[in-house]
């Protein structure tokens, strides 16, 4: 039997366990989703964020512990995302963690939680090769790191403003879809025309790799601001529809949707291919929430085939946020004897790089 490690995660509004053994063996993944208590202000509200981990925190794990068919004292060592993340969630993990390690005690690492999104990868493809270039993309996140071995990691390039999924979510609202907004965006899409709502691909310029997506929200906005209020007027022109009778047409939901997601699409293809091909790497990972659209894994994937690049994701489930990655990656740390003090503090902006 290979190392079995406990990962726990609460950086965000997962409340997340999970007991991986070995490098790729999952025994247990639990994840207490808060997606509900949020969607009601139609974004992550952190004090709530973070007495929703401290009420779930103890059944989740003892869940996960279950689940694997373990006890407690088989563990060889335990993981718990550091950062970066909402603090008052991560102290949850990090506060529970630290006391599991000493009660048990335990080696316990600190992990990385971006570093945790590329392990999601690593756990479903774990013959793969260093180095890779990897784009991690997610509700709080936009990244592209050089890994040329594990625990060696270089920022290529990162957003300037919101994070990738974050536009995603951002224009779910306008569009008045349910949050998270990616998958609702992503099924609006197959009915649209993405001919109807032209929306630009940002740019930095100077061979950067950096992203930025406010611009294209904005183009979101004036686009719906020019459509929106027009309905047709007996006898021809247009006029100014009464807010109460003012919903969205369905079909311009899905045009403005279908035309939003290929432009960040494009957007995050092109900076990727970009880097991959710049630091010379022939392998691409694809990881986090936003790793779940499929249209972004086909374009990347057919567009990195004509360079002779192959593109790795994981499935759905490890592409959003759990603590199976966790485990994996703290794991990897634990072989390195990279084991953490118990005075580990969390840190909202923890660097991977
Ligand atoms: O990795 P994740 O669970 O949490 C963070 O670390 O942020 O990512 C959640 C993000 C949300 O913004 C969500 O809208 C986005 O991933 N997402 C998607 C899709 N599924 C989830 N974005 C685009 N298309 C999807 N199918
Ligand atoms: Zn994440």
Redesign the pocket.
């Known amino acids: 039997m290979g190392d079995l490690v406990l990962g726990i995660e609460t950086s965000?509004d997962?409340t997340a366990a999970a007991v991986v053994e070995g490098r790729d063996t999952i025994r247990s993944n639990i994840v207490a989703s808060q997606a509900k208590v949020h969607a009601l202000y139609g974004g992550i509200v952190p004090e709530l964020a973070s007495r929703r981990h401290l009420e779930m925190i103890a059944p989740v794990i003892r869940l996960a512990v279950q689940e694997a068919g373990i006890a407690f004292n088989d563990l060889t060592g335990l993981a718990v995302t550091a950062g970066p993340g909402l603090v008052g969630s991560l102290l949850v993990g990090v506060s529970t963690a630290k006391a599991l390690a000493y009660t048990l005690q335990k080696p316990l690492a600190a992990v990385n939680h971006i570093e945790g999104?590329l392990y999601a990868v690593l756990l479903e493809h774990p013959q793969l090769e260093y180095p890779f270039v990897a784009l991690v993309a997610?509700?709080?996140?936009t990244h592209l790191y050089h890994a040329e071995r594990p625990g060696v990691y270089r920022l290529l390039g990162a957003t300037r403003d919101d994070a990738a999924?974050?536009a995603?979510?951002k224009v779910a609202t306008l569009l008045g879809l349910p949050y998270?907004?990616?998958?609702h965006?992503?099924r609006a899409a197959r009915t649209g025309d993405p001919r109807t709502v032209p929306l630009p691909r940002p740019t930095i310029g100077h061979g950067s790799l950096d992203f930025s997506f406010s611009g294209l929200k904005t183009a979101v906005i004036h686009a719906l601001e020019a459509r929106r209020h027009r309905v047709p007027r007996r006898g021809g022109g247009i006029r100014r529809a009464d807010p109460e009778a003012d919903r969205l047409d369905p079909q311009l939901v899905a045009d403005i949707a279908v035309s939003f997601q290929q432009a960040v699409v494009d957007v995050l293809t092109r900076n990727t291919i970009k880097a991959a091909n710049r630091v010379r790497a022939g392998r691409i990972l694809l990881t986090?929430?936003?790793a779940?659209?499929q249209t972004l894994r086909q374009h990347l994937a057919d567009r990195a085939l004509q360079d002779g690049i192959a593109v790795y994701w994981p499935r759905p489930e490890l592409?959003?946020?759990n603590a199976a990655m966790i485990a994996a990656a703290g794991s990897a740390r634990l072989q390195r004897g990279d084991v953490a003090p118990l005075d580990l503090n969390a840190s909202a902006d923890l660097p991977l790089a």
Not at 138 to 141: A, F, I, N
Not at 180 to 183: D, Q, S
């Open positions: 965000c997962e999104h997610s509700g709080g996140h999924g974050e995603f979510d998270p907004g990616g998958p965006i992503e986090g929430g936003v779940c659209n592409c959003t946020d």
